[in-house]
């Protein structure tokens, strides 16, 4: 990836480009990650410290857990980054689905199946709509 990619929060108050290749494209089942997105699983594109640069705005941080940090934009909080420099030494995950283009950035990996929702091993046999199904 050359030219890099960007992408942001929702209200646009934070923006970012990433260049280079990510290490990883993972989709997490962690329960802190559901808890902090309020989805069932997270998105993440993990990248080296330095192949991410802030555009615009400023984000928020929250210590999530004695080594975790989760940055955030403070108007929309929209969750933005992740960075654990015990377990992710020089890297800062990016939710993959806040790029601007995230088909870009395919999952590659399952992580923290141990805690994945049981549910989710059958999601895929329930019923499929284009849009929300009507009355």
């Not at 923006?15 to 993440?44: E, I």
């Not at 330095?50 to 080594?67: I, M």
């Not at 284009?130 to 009355?135: N, Q, V």
């Amino acid at each position: 990836m050359d030219e890099g990619l960007e992408g942001g929060c929702q209200c646009g108050a934070v923006r970012y480009k990433v260049t280079g290749d990510p290490v990883y494209v993972a989709l997490c089942h962690c329960a802190d990650c559901r808890k902090s997105a309020g989805a069932p699983m997270v998105s993440w594109s993990a990248f080296a410290e330095e192949d991410v640069t802030l555009t615009a705005g400023e984000p928020r941080a929250f210590r999530s857990s004695e080594n975790s940090t989760r940055s955030f934009c403070p108007i929309c909080g929209t969750g933005l980054f992740f960075r654990n420099p015990a377990t992710l030494p020089g890297l800062v995950d990016i939710q993959a689905a806040t790029l601007d283009d995230p088909e870009a950035m395919p999952p590659q990996i399952h992580v923290q199946t141990a805690e994945r929702l049981g549910w989710m091993n059958t999601i895929d046999a329930l019923p499929k709509f284009e849009r929300y199904p009507g009355p």
